[in-house]
């Protein structure tokens, strides 16, 4: 792409996330997904990473999408509408990986999330967010093997960069990146943010304009 081009898409990125955006429903199960009439973006990742937090910084608002220190805050599919009218929708999935989740809960949520990632065409790509203190664990490459065995394509995120020091980061991001390389549905490019910065957000709300319009 020219810089130019670039220039252009983050400008639209930018516009398009500074305007209308809307929760539009909850799914808790399959069977209450939205119809598929626009291209989606899937946020995942363990559990407290920051996916609802990353939502509320990528569109500007601090309460669209639930925070919280409790671990399992999100446990339904969260479907928000991006642009009026519709351009994408952000998809605010339930986090993975904490000790204290139940098992009936854990095998609802691996159905869930493998049904409408296998059963999903308009899923344009994923987002598996890694928190920067911890770099990848055992459950992140699961949810990574998911994604490749469906054929979606994911950008890995590194969230909270504001809580590790800076130098940690390049080192980080080299590791992250070597292990991406094996899997085939990892795209190359990996992002670095804070929600309470907002360092990389811009960036990633380009990427994700990019993948809808693919
Ligand atoms: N310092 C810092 N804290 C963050 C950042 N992002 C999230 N947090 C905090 O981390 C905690 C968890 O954030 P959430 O956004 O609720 O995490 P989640 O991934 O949606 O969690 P579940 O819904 O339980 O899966 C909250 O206390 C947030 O304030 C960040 O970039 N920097
Ligand atoms: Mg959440």
Redesign the pocket.
């Given at each position: 792409m020219t810089a130019r081009a670039d220039e252009e898409l983050a400008e639209r990125a930018r516009k398009l996330f500074a305007g209308p955006i809307e929760f539009l429903k909850s799914a808790p199960e399959l069977k209450f997904l939205p119809d598929p009439v626009s291209p989606e973006i899937a946020f995942a990742g363990r559990?407290?990473v920051?996916?609802?937090?990353l939502?509320n910084a990528l569109t500007n608002r601090k309460t669209l999408?639930?925070?919280?220190n409790t671990p399992g805050?999100?446990q339904e599919l969260?479907f928000f509408d991006v642009g009026q009218p519709i351009e994408l929708r952000l998809v605010?999935m339930?986090?993975y990986g904490f000790a204290e989740a139940p098992k009936d809960l854990v095998k609802r949520w691996r159905h869930l999330v493998n049904d409408y990632l296998r059963g999903r065409s308009v899923l344009k790509r994923a987002l598996v967010l890694v928190d920067s203190r911890h770099g990848l664990k055992e459950v992140d490459r699961e949810m990574m093997r998911m994604l490749d065995d469906a054929a979606v394509s994911y950008h890995l995120v590194l969230t909270k960069s504001d809580k590790v020091k800076p130098s940690a980061l390049g080192p980080l991001y080299e590791t992250t990146a070597l292990e991406a390389a094996k899997h085939p549905a990892a795209h190359p490019s990996i992002f670095t943010t804070s929600s309470e910065t907002g360092s990389g957000i811009g960036e990633l709300r380009t990427a994700i304009v990019e993948a809808a319009t693919v």
């Open positions: 559990s407290n920051g996916k609802s937090s939502l999408a639930r925070t919280s805050r999100t969260n605010d339930p986090g």
